[in-house]
């Protein structure tokens, strides 16, 4: 089989050498996603890098990369270090990158991953039940010492584009309101997609989606996360890499000249990617976000540029209104001594139980966020 050699990567220049290597690794497995991709990864790395610390763990076999951990260190209080993917909280999908025919690596990548020190709490979002990655895991963890837990995150609903009957498990009468929808609009003006021509077109649209955003937000006494200065510039940057990878998909449905909506998409290795949207308040009776999904959906149906359009994590009613498919994610966390425990129980009980129950954790994310933004305009 080769020699087999394992590697941690923990610094700057490190991601930067493997980067060729690692988008040849990101592209030749199965379902390719973005959120592996190295250029999600290093613009994600460029915006919320600071505090965490690399840890890229991997193989080589006769010098050719075939396994890859993709993972950061991030330092919280009283010195506590949870080791976790890159990206996390801002990738739909997660897990180990092994090459084709390279998949049996995954159970030794697992337990090299986890015998590494320097964390206390190992805490691995959104990965596929029932994925290489998360039967390696959960068996390391079961042979191993160290507690842990593997749990249901949520669920990731998909929609096949490519079988005639693509609409076979959307919603009947919401098909039939947004038939009713489109000619009662129709009356008005064009109903039309529309999508950018250039980087300025593209940075108009982002703004459009910006205000939209904010003001959908604030009607519900909710500041909007790209209100957020550190937050948009993110945005902004992973907008402009995906537009110079070919990656952007960033519909306006407009009426007229009247901007009725704007998504943000990525269009990557045939699959559709579905990031955010935002409508204008006064089209809200219309199902403005519905209209656009529509016209995203039959866009793709002529064009055949993608096979699936992915919703993202979440199980929100308006996806499930589209499709019954989906893929279950699970959250997999190892802790080991007492301030593991702590950490386990702030990351893994507390705070599910505050996003669970908004209502008292409404005031608390207010607050912060306010901070973050005054924090922002200082610098």
């Known amino acids: 089989m080769g020699r087999l050699e394992w590697f941690i990567l923990e610094d700057d220049a490190g991601l930067r050498a493997l980067e060729p290597e690692w988008r040849q690794l990101a592209l030749s497995i199965a379902e390719p996603s973005i959120f592996h991709s190295p250029e ?25 990369l075939v396994a890859l951990a ?75 010492r160290a507690r842990h837990e ?8 998909i929609l096949d584009l490519r079988p005639d009957d693509w609409d076979a498990g959307a919603s009947r009468s919401m098909l039939k309101d947004l038939a009713r929808q489109r000619r009662v609009l129709g009356r008005q003006g064009k109903l039309a997609l529309v999508f950018p021509n250039d980087l300025d077109e593209v940075e108009a649209a982002l703004a459009e989606l910006r205000a ?5 937000w604030s009607g519900q006494g909710e500041l909007s996360r790209l209100q957020l200065p550190d937050y948009w510039e993110w945005v902004r940057a992973i907008a402009r890499e995906a537009w110079r990878q070919g990656w952007l998909y960033l519909p306006r449905l407009v009426l007229g000249s009247q901007l009725i ?7 990557y290795e045939r699959r559709l990617f579905y990031w955010m949207g935002g409508h ?37 009613w308006y996806k499930l209104r589209w499709t019954q498919a989906s893929v279950t994610l699970q959250r997999v966390m190892a802790w080991r001594g007492v301030r593991g425990s702590a950490a386990h129980v702030w990351r893994g009980r507390i705070r599910p139980w505050a996003w669970a129950h908004p209502e008292w954790s409404r005031p608390v994310r207010r607050f912060r966020r306010a901070v973050r933004r005054l924090a922002a305009r200082a610098r």
């Open 150 to 157: 593997v749990s249901t995150l949520t669920i990731n609903p």
């Open 280 to 316: 204008d308040p006064a089209f809200a009776r219309h199902s403005p976000n519905l209209l656009v999904t529509l016209a995203v959906v039959e866009d793709l149906r002529v064009t055949r540029a993608a096979d699936v359009l992915d919703f993202g994590r979440g199980d929100e």
């Open 261 to 267: 909506a704007v998504g943000l998409y990525f269009l």
């Open 212 to 216: 939209l955003h904010g003001a959908r």
């Open 40 to 64: 999600w990864i290093q613009t994600w790395w460029a915006h919320f890098g600071a505090g965490r610390r690399l840890h890229l763990a991997g193989a080589r076999r006769d010098g050719r």
């Open 70 to 144: 993709p993972l950061c260190t991030k330092r919280g209080r009283g010195g506590i270090r949870v080791r976790e993917f890159l990206g996390s909280e801002e990738a739909d999908l997660a897990g180990f990158l092994l090459a084709p025919g390279e998949e049996a690596l995954a159970p030794l990548l697992a337990r090299f991953v986890l015998e590494q020190p320097g964390w206390h709490l190992t805490d691995l979002w959104c990965l596929a039940a029932g994925s290489g990655s998360a039967e390696a895991l959960g068996s390391a963890l079961r042979s191993g």
